[in-house]
Structure formats: C-alpha cells, structure tokens
C-alpha cells in the first residue's frame, strides 16, 4: 500500500483518503490514514492526555496542601510567616522546570518523544509518591522542610519534561487545520488534574470532619489524612506508564531520524538559532500562568486566609467546592480556544482573551474586597464563585491553544527543547513568584493590587503576542539543521 502526496496537506501528515473521510472528530488523523502505523489515534489522545492528568495531579495536590497543610507540619513561626515559607518552596519546582524541559527536551529531540514521556512520568511520580511518606518538622525538624524542598524540586523536573513531549505527541499527529484542536487533549489535564487533586482532599477532608479555622494538629487529616492524596497517585502513574509504552514515535520525529536530521546538543542549537523564539514563547505564556496561579493558589490562601493575613476566614471544605465547580469552566472552554485557534489564527484570538484578561485583573477589587464579598460564614458565595468562573473561562481560552503556539515557534530537530524551555521558563516569572507576590501585595497593599500585577502580566503576553508570527499554518516538519 503506498501512501498519496497531496499539495493541501502539511507534508509531515500522513495522507487520508481524498474526500476527508478519514478525519476523526478529535481533529487527529484518523487510523487509516497513516499505512506505517498501528497504533490508533484513539490511544494517542489517550496517551496525552491520561500523562499530563496525572503530572498536573500530582502537582496540584502540592499546592493544596502548600496553602492548607504544609504551613502547619512543615515550617515553623507565625501564621504569615509559615505561608510565605510555604509559598516559597511552592515555587522551587517552577525554578526546577527549565531545568526539566533542558534535561528531558535534549532526550526527546535525540532519542524520541516515547522515550522521554516515560521518564518525566516516573520522576514527578516517585516524587510525589514520596512526599506522602515524609515526617513533619515536629519530628525531625529543619530536615522535614528540606526534603520536600527537594522532592518539590523533582516534581518540577518531571512537569519540566512532560508539558512538551505531550503537546508534540497530540501536534505532531494532527491533521492540517486542525492542529489546535488535536493538541488540546494534553491542555485538559490541567482542569482534570486539579479536579481529581482538590476532588480528592474535599473528600478526604470531609470525611475526616476537617476543619481549617479551628486547626488541632493531633487531628487525623492532619496527622495522615492528607498523605493519601500523594501516595494513590502512584497507582495513576502505573496506569499512564501502562498506556505510554503501547505508542509509538510522531511521525514528524520518526522522518527526521530516518534523514538524519538531529542535532548533538539540542539546547545549544536552539538558543543559538532560536533565541527569539524561546522570548516571545516565554511571555506568551507570561499571563496564562499567573491568572492560573492567582485563580488557584493564591485564591485559596486567600479565601481560608485569616483576618492576621488579610484573608476572608472562609471554610477550606466549602471553598474546594467553590473551586471545583470553577474549574469545570476552565475545562469546558479549552476545546472552545481550540476551535477558534485554528479558525482565526492563534495571534488574533489570544490577543483578544489577553486583553480580557487585563480588564478582569482591574476589577479585582471590586470582586474580592472583604466589604462587598463579606467574611467567614457572611461570605457571598455566589459572588465568589461568579468570580472564580469567570477566571477559569479566561484560562480555558488562554491555554487551550499554547499546545500548538509553543511547539510551532520551532523546528522539528529542537522542538521539544525549545518548546519546553519556553513554557517552562515562563513558569518562573509568571507562576513562581505570583502566589508569593500576591499573598505579599495582599497584606501590604490589599486586594486590588494583585489585579493589577495579573493586568501587568497581561500587558507583556499582549507586547510579546503582537511581535510574534502566526503559525496557524505553518509545517511541523522543517528538514536540515534549520
């Protein structure tokens, strides 16, 4: 059986037949389409989407309990101290995140992109898994902080690699035109990991009868409760371990190792050929970033935050419900940024919802101050949530299509590297230091004000978005060194 070029068609995409029919409704190319492969599109999607689930799980269940549960087992001083401690170690993995994307990227542009998705699924796994077993600072003091510094450390080397190789798995497969929609399955695990995550420690904490403004330390949640979370997610990790060792290389990588086309040392090619691309990608995703952080992180700690620490004393169980409903926004509106992407272009639809985003980040006081949204059980919980959904939507149409924008600033032989390094260098400026920041801007300057740093972020995404290309149609394939 041999395969048909056709001029219409990306000439990294295998053929289908002439009337379409091969097309799948995932917008990937449909099984028949490619004679050289068995594995079923299904599978892919799959396979994209079951790994970052899992690395955005165990990720999330870290930064639940870097607000509700580490500041009370793992840091020591009082109630704002412990936070911001906590916060800061929060942001060790998104320091360890470029290193993660150079690590696992130089692997994936060499030896493959299979290859490589196991590798950072078993690191931010074992990682996670091993958090659930540490002692707390009142058992082996000071060691208690510094080993989960470390192993938050690893999370963020396994999420460091991850991101990348599943956005060039869905992309990399995708029929013409429909690249955004097929590289949005993997931007799903991000609303599905954080509602399994926080699902989960509502349960738990329900359960346990936990309750957050009344904190007793001899508490069951508190003494091994919040330890599940962390030590189930191995059984996830066996199931995507599982699912990612029945696929097979992306065709586009699978033609440049048959030409020969890799490079030694990825990183070094990339930041020499592909400087500007790895800074409009960094600040593409500048404002996707810390919306998500504030909308999350620094919103619970907020929400359960005391009066001492500028918070509105809100119930921990009641505000995860809150939260989970929210995130269903976040989740329904990334197939939507998909289908739009590949409609209008990437430019065009970004810049519209970075510029939302500006003008949501200046109404935060008007949202959120203690006055009109009330305190404690006087909260208003519609309000709240009208808020929180409203910020999810935003983040569903921000980065649903970052799965394809950031793999399309590069070439086939550094994609993965470049990609990566990209994503995961905005992680620093735009998620690293916004918890922080915001719980810093709080309880100096009020609420308002971490609006206004999210309207900031957004203001240099719209800069970087205005200078960069659009890629809606550009090849995934470039052969050579280029």
């Known amino acids: 059986m041999s395969t048909t070029t ?225 030590i189930l997610s191995i059984v996830m990790v066996a199931v995507g371990l599982y699912v990612r060792l029945r696929i097979e290389e992306t065709p586009v990588f699978a033609r440049a190792m048959k030409n020969n086309e890799r490079v030694k040392a990825p990183i070094g090619e990339v930041f020499r050929k592909n400087w500007w691309e790895i800074i409009l990608g960094t600040f593409i995703m500048l404002a996707t970033y810390g919306l998500f952080y504030i909308m999350t992180t620094w919103v619970l700690s907020y929400a359960i935050g005391s009066a001492a620490t500028g918070g509105l004393h809100y119930d921990y169980q009641s505000f995860l419900v809150l939260q989970v409903l929210a995130i269903l926004f976040f989740a329904a509106f990334v197939p939507v940024a998909g289908h739009l992407a590949d409609r209008f272009g990437r430019r065009p639809m970004l810049i519209t919802v970075t510029a939302a985003i500006m003008v949501f980040g200046t109404t935060f006081g008007i949202w959120l101050d203690a006055g009109s949204m009330g305190t404690g059980d006087d909260l208003n919980i519609w309000q709240m949530l009208l808020f929180l959904s409203v910020g999810m939507a935003l983040m569903g149409l921000t980065f649903g299509p970052m799965s394809a924008v950031l793999p399309e600033l590069f070439p086939t032989n550094t994609r993965y590297t470049g990609s990566g390094v990209a994503y995961n260098a905005s992680s620093i400026l735009g998620a690293a230091l916004t918890p922080f920041a915001a719980t810093w801007l709080v309880q100096n300057y009020g609420v308002h004000a971490v609006g206004l740093y999210l309207a900031g972020l957004g203001a240099l995404t719209l800069i970087a978005l205005v200078l960069s290309p659009e890629t809606k149609t550009k090849s995934l394939y470039t052969p050579g060194t280029e």
């Not at 009370?72 to 942001?91: H, R, V």
């Not at 998104?94 to 060499?110: E, K, L, N, T």
């Not at 991101?163 to 029929?175: I, P, V």
């Open 6 to 230: 056709r001029p219409d068609l990306d000439p990294a995409e295998p053929a289908g037949p002439r009337d379409g029919s091969a097309a799948s409704a995932s917008g990937l190319v449909d099984d028949t389409s490619d004679p050289n492969s068995t594995v079923p599109r299904r599978r892919i999607i799959f396979a994209s989407l079951i790994g970052t689930t899992i690395e955005f799980y165990d990720f999330y269940i870290y930064a639940t309990a870097a607000v509700s549960i580490f500041p009370l087992l793992f840091f020591f001083g009082d109630e704002g101290t412990a936070l911001l401690a906590s916060m800061a170690t929060f942001g060790a993995a998104f320091v360890a995140r470029p290193v993660g994307s150079i690590v696992f990227g130089h692997f994936g542009d060499i030896v493959g992109r299979k290859a490589t998705l196991v590798g950072a699924l078993l690191t931010m796994g074992i990682a996670t898994f091993i958090i659930g077993l540490l002692p707390t600072y009142h058992q082996i003091g000071i060691w208690a902080p510094a080993m989960l510094t470390i192993l938050r450390f690893c999370q963020g080397l396994g999420l460091g690699g991850e991101w990348s190789g599943a956005a060039l798995l869905a992309s990399e497969t995708a029929r013409p035109g429909k690249r955004a929609q097929a590289a949005m399955w993997p931007q799903l695990g991000a609303p599905f990991g954080f509602i399994l995550a926080n699902g989960l420690f509502l349960l738990l904490a329900t359960l346990f009868d936990y309750q957050s403004t009344a904190t007793d330390l001899t508490d069951p949640f508190l003494v091994w409760g919040w330890r599940l979370p962390f």
